[in-house]
């Protein structure tokens, strides 16, 4: 498994953008990078995924390095409820079903 | 519409019972999965399951069961419960063609005393 690091908190005022920056130096070329996300008891929230060009969608922007080393969560006008742990996944599809969380970066949106 | 659902919601039981996680998906899913939330945090798949294939993560204790009645349910039974499974387990499913996108349960708490 390609082993991700995440710094282990991070704070954003409220209606700023929330960048979560994330290294995966051994990540192997077929594999995408997943972000998820899990409120305070809730389940995880599937964000965004990408394999080497920038993504959007409603929830964030995904933008990954030209080397695919690293990449950041980008969310654009944090509100109270973007609070959460943010995961960033490597994951290919030959990785069969071993889909493993670590231990994500905890975000703290301030009002 | 809940996608996932669980039931129940909190478990509290005693040391050596045995009990039952119920997940159902409404999202015509094939694969389902089992997950395993300690009290770091730090989130384990612990089964995956479709109507082919179940995969076991090899440091699952065998005590620990899933059971499949239909392709929208994925039960986990647990036998001889002891204090280390006190976590929170949750269920999710994905589409076969797309493994990685997960949707995932509220959890179920379980605290064995």
């Known amino acids: 498994d390609a082993k991700t690091t995440q710094p282990p908190s991070m704070d954003c005022a409220e209606g700023r953008a929330a960048n979560l920056p994330c290294n995966h130096s051994t990540i192997s070329g077929n594999e995408y990078v997943y972000w998820y996300r899990q409120i305070h008891s809730q389940g995880p929230q599937y964000i965004i995924h990408?394999?080497?060009n920038n993504e959007t969608n409603e929830m964030a922007s995904l933008i990954i390095t030209e080397d695919r080393k690293s990449s950041t969560l980008i969310l654009p006008h944090a509100t109270l409820r973007d609070t959460a742990v943010y995961y960033c996944?490597?994951?290919?599809?030959?990785?069969?079903?071993?889909?493993?969380f670590g231990t994500g970066t905890s975000l703290t949106v301030i009002p | 519409d809940t996608a996932v659902s669980q039931t129940p919601k909190y478990l509290v039981t005693q040391m050596g019972n045995d009990k039952s996680i119920k997940c159902e998906q409404n999202?015509?899913?094939?694969?389902m999965y089992w997950y395993k939330q300690d009290s770091k945090k730090f989130l384990k798949i612990m089964f995956s399951?479709?109507?082919?294939?179940?995969?076991i993560n090899e440091t699952v204790p065998n005590r620990f069961s899933p059971k499949s009645p239909d392709k929208a349910h994925l039960n986990l039974h647990i036998n001889s419960l002891e204090l280390g499974d006190s976590a929170v387990y949750f269920c999710?499913?994905?589409?076969?063609?797309?493994?990685?996108?997960?949707?995932f349960g509220p959890g179920t708490r379980l605290l064995v005393l």
């Open positions: 996944i490597p994951q290919g599809p030959l990785a069969g079903n071993q889909f493993y």
């Open positions: 990408g394999l080497k």
């Open positions: 999710a499913s994905s589409h076969p063609r797309d493994k990685e996108t997960q949707y």
């Open positions: 999202l015509g899913h094939d694969t």
């Open positions: 399951y479709n109507n082919k294939e179940l995969i």
